[in-house]
Every structure is written in C-alpha cells, then in structure tokens.
C-alpha cells in the first residue's frame, strides 16, 4: 500500500503520535506516586484517615495511569528497531545500555513494590505499604532519570567517540551527566509534579463545588495550592536556567523558539509572529525591543545567533518550536497567577468561599498536560534536522523500510491507542465520580483490596474530570 508519503516523515508522525500519547501518563504518574506516598506519610504518621482515604482513592488512578503509561510506551522502544535501525546501528552503544538501565534499575523497582502498593491494603502492615508506595515514587523518578539522560545525550552527545561511524562510550559520567542534562531533568520532574498538583487542584474544587467529601476537598485544595504555590514560580526560574543552556549547547534550537534571525543585533520578544523561512523575516511580529536578548543573555545589548548564522539546511523547522514554546510559557504563567490569586484567598481565610477561583481550578486540570505536550514538542521539533545533534541526521537514521508497511503500522497505533486511551478515561472518570468513599470501622472499601479498580464498575457521569 503507497500512501503518497515517505517512509521517512511516516516514520516521524507514528514517533511522535506514540509519543504524544505516551508523555501523558509517566507525567502525571511520577508526581502522583510522590503525592500518595506523601498522603500515606501523614496517614502512616498522624493516623490522618483523611489522608488515608485519598491515599487509597489516588491508588486506584495510579493504577489504571499506570497500566496505560506501560501499555503506550512499549512500542516506542521497538520503534527503534523497526522504523530507526540506522540510527540504532550508529548509536546503540550509548542509547541502548541507557534504556537498558532504565528497565533494569525504575522498572524493576517500580514492579516489585506496585504489587505491594496496589494489593497490600489491609493485608501488610502499614509500614511497609508506607515503604512500597516511597519506593514507587523513587522508581518513577530513576525512569525519568534515565530517560531524560538518555534524550539530552541526543540533545548534545558527550563521553564518546566516533569509530567506523559507530558511536563508543568512552566516559559513561559525561554520557550520563552531559551538559544539558541537569536542568532538562529538574524542568520535567517539576512539570510532572505541577501537572499532577493541578489535577488534584481540580478535583478537590469539583468535590467542593458539588458539596461532595467536604473534609478530603478540603485536604486535596490546601496540598495542591500550597505545591503550585512553590513550584510555579520555581518552574520560571528552572526554565530560565534552562534557556541559558540551550543559547550554550542548542543555539539554532534557541533562535528557532525566539525567531530570531539576526545575530549581530540584539533580540526582541516576540509575542507573537509568522516566521517566514522563505524571506527570514517574521511576518505581522509584535514584539518588544531587546527584551529577548535581556532574557537571554541578562544584558539589554546581548548577542546570541540568530537563525541567518545557520545554514537552511541546519535550521530547525520555525512553526512548532515558536509556537509550542509560547503555549507552555503561557500555560506557566496561567498556573503562576492561579497560584497567586489562591494564595491570597488562603491568607484572608476566603479560599472556600471563593467559587471563581474554584471555578478556574476545576477547568484548569488538562493544562499541564498540555504544557508537556508543548514542551516535549519545542525540545524534540527543535533538535532537527538531527536525531543525535552532530553525528546522525534524522533523514540518516530512519530505517530501508517501505512507505506502506510504516503508515498501516500507524494507522494500527491510532486505532489501538485510541481504544486504550478512552478506556483508561472512563475508567478514571468512574473512579473520581466514585469519589474517596471508605466503609466500616476498619476504613474498609467497598471491593477487594485485589481489585484495585473495582470501584469503576459504577456507572460514570460527565466528562473526565468535571462535574456539575
């Protein structure tokens, strides 16, 4: 079947469809494995059955976020095999021990106490289900670890050397820590714990809003706030951090998202514009006079290179950074003044009485998400026309395949990814309707405690996370 396209940019589009579908789940997962073992902290602690019950209600949507991040994931890494075995062949000295770490270290890990966690209530003491839920968390942070270690290193390789054009590992620390590591790690584990703060946020308002589980809304508002409240402004600086990187490490990357074109002169902010690659200008720019270059390079007249200091054929496309960099910013900024105008509800006493801003919450939940997508789409779009920055060219690393055989394999992915994907959200809508419900004395829930989604099997009403 000849579906018109090349195998090249058909193999793209499934990358980064697998993808896209993909990064919504471990970021949402590593922040809420951190927020369940912090509510079993206090639970474990305080003897807070608040915090038990939440704790447990949470479990369940970690489970089924869970199993879907497994689900999505996996064909990512065959994906290196089937659609990239150039690349493979010409990096897999670094990339595979990296994602052979990642198995063997978070996977491990995160398998061998999931069980624990999800089946343990009731059933282990609960030190050691306190224990099991801390060493999840840990497990999603090493697979972020790896991950991410993994993906700088093609951002900017270090630590190797080139034989026969095949990539060899001479320093596996500067392969691991490699100079855009570091802060490209801090910016997702945060965005993942904003975008997880924010979803809790959401759901507390909707309970409040309904007049539903008043003292466990109560507990998930208060902790969440207080969470953004810290990493929303933390998340700016981080970024900030990070552009300094990028100008150092990826500065074709940096005048892609600024749309810069001009290196001798100093950089405006560009608000908004149409890059036009055809007469490198920026078509109906609004922008402000050397605010980007302060930014950039924290001096008014700074310099940094613009897109004219690179050749057309080195350039990033214009349209997907520049834009997918304005739309995480903006969101940034949302969740920033979000933060701040609960914050001074919570200092006069009015949080719970405000139902603007209860409103706001309620509706504000894909935002993260969306920021992730964004982000991941300025990070991945601006690497090109390089798969390893230097040393493998995209168009060099996509496998002899044929046309056909890449689109029926994506149009495969769609249809199962969309199947898993509306599952998984009417599996969690019926879980948050249910709400974090205990019975008996015991604080014993409705279903077994080897069922961790059996509360599901009620009829859920309304769109995932909103209600009337």
Request: positive net charge; hydrophobic residues 50%; proline residues 6%.
């Amino acid at each position: 079947m000849d579906f018109g396209l090349d195998a090249l940019l058909l193999a793209r589009i499934q990358f980064a469809f697998t993808v896209t579908f993909h990064i919504i789940f471990p970021a949402f997962t590593i922040g809420l494995a951190s927020y369940i073992a912090t509510l079993e902290a206090i639970w474990y602690f305080r003897g807070d059955g608040r915090c038990h019950r939440l704790a447990r209600f949470w479990t369940k949507i970690f489970a089924v976020s869970f199993a879907m991040g497994v689900v999505s994931g996996l064909p990512m890494s065959y994906q290196f095999g089937t659609n990239w075995s150039r690349f493979s062949v010409a990096t897999g000295n670094v990339i595979g021990p990296l994602l052979g770490y990642e198995v063997m270290t978070a996977f491990f890990l995160e398998a061998t106490f999931l069980g624990i966690m999800l089946f343990g209530w009731n059933r282990v003491p609960k030190g050691l289900h306190f224990f099991a839920s801390c060493m999840v968390a840990f497990g999603t942070l090493l697979s972020a670890f790896w991950i991410l270690s993994a993906n700088s290193w093609m951002q900017y390789p270090t630590g190797h050397e080139v034989r026969d054009g095949i990539v060899v590992p001479v320093d596996w620390l500067a392969v691991i820590f490699n100079p855009t590591f570091p802060h490209r790690f801090a910016h997702m584990v945060t965005a993942a714990y904003i975008t997880t703060a924010i979803v809790v946020l959401s759901v507390g308002a909707r309970y409040w809003l309904q007049n539903r589980y008043a003292d466990e809304s109560r507990v998930m508002v208060r902790m969440a706030l207080a969470m953004i409240l810290v990493l929303a402004p933390l998340q700016a600086f981080i970024g900030d951090q990070h552009g300094l990187k990028t100008a150092q490490y990826q500065p074709a990357k940096l005048a892609a998202m600024e749309a810069h074109w001009d290196g001798a002169k100093p950089a405006s902010l560009v608000l908004f514009a149409l890059p036009n690659a055809r007469t490198e200008t920026n078509d109906y720019e609004i922008a402000v006079p050397k605010l980007g270059s302060l930014i950039i390079t924290h001096d008014w007249n700074g310099l940094f290179p613009g897109l004219k200091d690179f050749k057309p054929e080195d350039r990033p496309p214009l349209y997907m950074p520049f834009f997918g960099f304005r739309l995480m910013v903006a969101i940034g900024l949302w969740f920033i003044a979000l933060a701040a105008f609960g914050g001074v509800l919570w200092w006069r006493g009015r949080l719970f009485q405000n139902r603007t801003f209860m409103h706001a919450a309620k509706f504000s939940w894909p935002l993260g998400f969306v920021a992730v997508i964004a982000g991941w789409i300025t990070t991945e779009v601006g690497r090109q026309p390089w798969i390893a920055t230097g040393l493998v060219r995209t168009s060099e690393g996509v496998s002899p395949v044929a046309s056909g055989a890449v689109g029926t394999s994506l149009i495969l992915f769609f249809f199962v990814y969309l199947i898993v994907f509306s599952a998984g959200i009417v599996y969690i809508n019926r879980l948050i309707h249910k709400g974090p419900v205990l019975q008996g004395p015991e604080g014993l829930e409705e279903g077994t405690p080897a069922r961790p989604i059996s509360a599901a099997t009620e009829t859920g009403r309304g769109p995932a996370l909103e209600g009337k």
